[in-house]
T-cell receptor
Framework: NAGVTQTPKFRVLKTGQSMTLLCAQD?????MYWYRQDPGMGLRLIHY???????AKGEVPDGYNVSRLKKQNFLLGLESAAPSQTSVYFC????FGSGANVLTFGAGSRLTVL | SQQGEEDPQALSIQEGENATMNCSYK?????LQWYRQNSGRGLVHLIL?????REKHSGRLRVTLDTSKKSSSLLITASRAADTASYFC???????????FGQGTRLTINP
């Protein structure tokens, strides 16, 4: 099983450019999440989804959009990248009704905005 | 703001010693989890303790939870070089559908 796969793994953008990060999971998980990780800040939740066609804002949603058109995929978009969005982005998923949200994480996507 | 705060931020010990990390949180929780992150990798789940549990063991890991103090500790016994990593606590607040992570403790095991 692949688990949670993130693409791309690395990307360099110029300020103002747009891009989409793709997260794919093959575990039939209902819930999916996008976090960002910055030095000394731990992980902060950007957006999440509790099912196909649903999304919700997390702690730091500004500057990002998401879509969950298919259950297995969760896309994170940056419409106009800013240097403050330089970070490592992690996608995670968990099964619905498990009684405990134990997350399975992807390997991360390192984004640099110049 | 972050739910979990971890202490210490960094810990360096000799191989074979025990390592203890602490986590404090702010609101009522369903459960508390600990994750490990090796350098440049994603987080991996280690152990979960529910709000009605006080202590849990898994191999060399021992987790305690004190809901009255809103705090948890992770003890790694007989540390090994391979335990070098960052460790994060994460809380599952009552009624929430998401985990909130602490800032992490960076653990270094010296051979």
């Amino acid at each position: 099983n692949a688990g949670v796969t993130q693409t791309p793994k690395f990307r360099v953008l110029k300020t103002g450019q747009s891009m989409t990060l793709l997260c794919a999971q093959d575990m039939n998980h209902e819930y999916m999440y996008w976090y960002r990780q910055d030095p000394g800040m731990g992980l902060r939740l950007i957006h999440y989804s509790v099912g196909e066609g649903t999304t919700a804002k997390g702690e730091v949603p500004d500057g990002y959009n998401v879509s969950r058109l298919k259950k297995q995929n969760f896309l994170l978009g940056l419409e106009s990248a800013a240097p403050s969005q330089t970070s490592v982005y992690f996608c995670a998923s968990t099964a619905f009704g498990s009684g405990a949200n134990v997350l399975t994480f992807g390997a991360g996507s390192r984004l640099t905005v110049l | 703001s972050q739910q979990g705060e971890e202490d210490p931020q960094a810990l360096s010990i000799q191989e074979g010693e025990n390592a203890t990390m602490n986590c404090s949180y702010k609101t009522s929780i369903n459960n508390l989890q600990w994750y490990r992150q090796n350098s440049g990798r994603g987080l991996v789940h280690l152990i979960l303790i529910r709000s009605n549990e006080r202590e849990k063991h898994s191999g060399r890991l021992r987790v305690t939870l004190d809901t009255s103090k809103k705090s948890s500790s992770l003890l790694i016994t007989a540390s090994r070089a391979a335990d070098t990593a960052s460790y994060f606590c994460a809380t599952d607040a009552s009624g929430a559908q998401k985990l909130v992570f602490g800032q992490g403790t960076r653990l270094t095991i010296n051979p």
